[in-house]
């Protein structure tokens, strides 16, 4: 009877994989189960000269940078991260968020997090958007990790361009000084997991952990959903 209940709603609302499209099966979650067998998993969080980290080298400190898949265009990775930011499937960074930190939780150094801080968007930005990608995926990540996410630490003071499409050198010049740390005594001594979407060139994420680490004596490791670089 359970069979049938569950065949008649997916005949009028059918469940679809947010990385390929076909249909769920009644044990899957956002994304099948061939699916999550071919994405393209990086394993950065076992590697602490990933190619994340390297790309940070020189530029701004930090304990450990992982990204769960890699991104390249017209891939499952970018279907599913285009419905979670543009077509309102917020349930998705959710379950990447919660998979991923569980794997997280067993790895050193990421199993000392204090706190998770998202890349914040600009208020205007999130209030069309209805959320922010990178503190759903955040949200995901605390469940498995087991510690707070903290939104009131960073914020966005003004507007910028979007980031597609620029150079390395431009992004940076378009991410830096926007951001800012109004509670530097909460910070104090603490290990931050600083997250985001996806890692391209980390003009962003050098612009967020510069921020945070001004008059404060924290250690920043960096997660994302993907990396682009």
Known sequence: MKGLWYDLVNLFFPRLCQACGDALAPADEEICLHCMFKLPYTNFHLDGENAMTQSLWGRVPVEAAAAFVYFNKGSRVQHMIHRFKYRGR????????????????????FNTIDM?????????KQ??????????FARGLAIGL????????????????????????ERWENVKDIFAAPHPERLQNKHILL???????GATI???ASTLMKDTNVRISVVTIAYAG
């Not at 510690?147 to 390395?168: G, H, N, Y």
């Not at 997250?195 to 060139?201: M, R, S």
């Open 90 to 109: 917020h349930q998705i960074g959710t379950f990447l968020g919660r998979i991923y930190g569980y794997k997280l939780a067993k790895q050193s150094p």
């Open 195 to 201: 997250v985001d979407d996806v890692f391209t060139t």
């Open 206 to 208: 050098e612009a967020c």
């Open 127 to 136: 209030l069309k958007r209805g959320y922010n990608q990178s503190e759903v």
């Open 116 to 124: 998770i801080i998202p890349v914040p968007l600009f208020k205007k």
């Open 146 to 169: 087991g510690v707070p996410v903290e939104t009131d630490l960073l914020f966005r003071i003004r507007e910028s361009e979007s980031q597609t499409r620029k150079t390395a050198d």
